[in-house]
């Protein structure tokens, strides 16, 4: 999704609460609020889907919350960073404990994130950067188009097919 910065004011991650809940996705970066392109109707039923199917497994074994929406996440160390995921998942111990703030300060355990046509490559590795400085652990990057998952796992990075089992 295409993204364009809104304004040139630098803004902190107590600034999110001020803005309207107007159905526009927002994120933070360096201080700028960036806002994304609304998701078509194929970005969105790919996101449904592997929240549900993730929200199942997790769901039928007790190990956490699965959230989606472009939930927001504090990027590590920083006020004027802030990511929303696709879909993200928080093992038991490790749930927000604020639930309603505008930016989690807990890092997910698993985020997905899925490409979209208008996606530029250096969004989506500022992207990828953020999330790993973040805290989190395993990032799964899928291509609805080809199946092909991107998986980051700490320093590691592998390369999942359609036709692969893709873990975590």
């Not at 194929?42 to 592997?50: D, E, I, K, R």
């Not at 250096?122 to 395993?138: A, C, F, H, S």
């Amino acid at each position: 999704m295409a993204m364009a910065p809104a304004t040139s004011k630098r803004y902190t991650i107590d600034d999110l609460d001020d803005f309207p809940d107007d159905g526009k996705l927002r994120e933070l970066v360096d201080g700028q609020i960036v806002e994304w392109d609304v998701p078509n109707f194929y970005h969105s039923f790919f996101v449904a889907a592997l929240s549900a199917i993730l929200r199942g497994f997790v769901v039928r074994r007790r190990l956490g919350a699965v959230v989606g929406g472009e939930h927001m996440v504090r990027v590590k160390e920083s006020r004027f960073d802030a990511r929303g995921a696709d879909v993200a998942f928080y093992r038991r111990r490790r749930i927000p404990k604020d639930k309603r703030t505008a930016a989690s300060a807990e890092a997910p355990d698993l985020v997905v994130e899925l490409f979209s046509p208008s996606d530029r490559a250096v969004e989506v590795q500022e992207k990828i950067r953020d999330w790993l400085r973040t805290g989190v652990r395993l990032l799964w990057y899928v291509d609805p188009e080809t199946g092909l998952t991107i998986v980051h796992q700490g320093d590691r990075v592998t390369y999942v097919g359609a036709d692969e089992v893709l873990s975590g």
